[in-house]
């Protein structure tokens, strides 16, 4: 469903497995759990409808379902990306603080930032504070060690087009 752009069914069907879990009637299916594919899959998806708000949500699914003891469901570094690409994308105004946060929150799960996420994360700056774009990229290159890629400057320009800039930051 999410490939046909409709991750609402997805996230239907996901609600749905959920409650089956605790559902005796369903006990054939009690091998059947919600993993960290499915719901990044669902994330992913709200990712490419502009919804930042249904794969926070999602994620805050996943989130409580390994807090609960799956260790299925727990999320990786490409779940945090998928929802650092929303909060990139985000129209709202708290997109940036919660892109932020996010990023804290992935070392609490063991995820450690990559190209990607790095990408992902100028790009949400590109977006709702340009103008400190430049001075991150430097900062990120020498404390973090990352090496900015052709992908990191699409996504940060991508992230200036959201933003309608006309004119780039030097």
């Not at 990139?88 to 990023?103: D, P, Q, V």
Request: aromatic share 8%; hydrophobic share 30%; proline share 4%.
């Amino acid at each position: 469903w999410v490939r046909q752009g409709q991750p609402q069914r997805a996230q239907s069907w996901l609600q749905e497995l959920r409650k089956w879990q605790d559902d005796e009637r369903h006990s054939d299916l009690g091998q059947i759990r919600p993993n960290n594919i499915m719901y990044t899959t669902i994330i992913s998806g709200w990712a490419k409808a502009g919804s930042s708000e249904q794969a926070q949500g999602v994620l805050d699914m996943q989130l409580q379902d390994f807090e609960s003891g799956n260790v299925d469901s727990k999320p990786d570094t490409t779940t945090f990306n998928r929802m650092l690409e929303c909060f990139a994308t985000s129209k709202r105004h708290s997109s940036l603080e919660e892109a932020e946060n996010l990023l804290d929150r992935m070392s609490y799960y063991g995820c450690t930032p990559n190209d990607e996420t790095w990408a992902n994360f100028l790009a949400c700056y590109a977006h709702h504070k340009p103008g400190r774009v430049p001075k991150l990229l430097k900062k990120l290159e020498t404390e973090e060690g990352i090496s900015a890629t052709i992908e990191t400057y699409n996504r940060i320009l991508q992230g200036y087009a959201m933003a309608s800039q006309m004119e780039v930051p030097s």
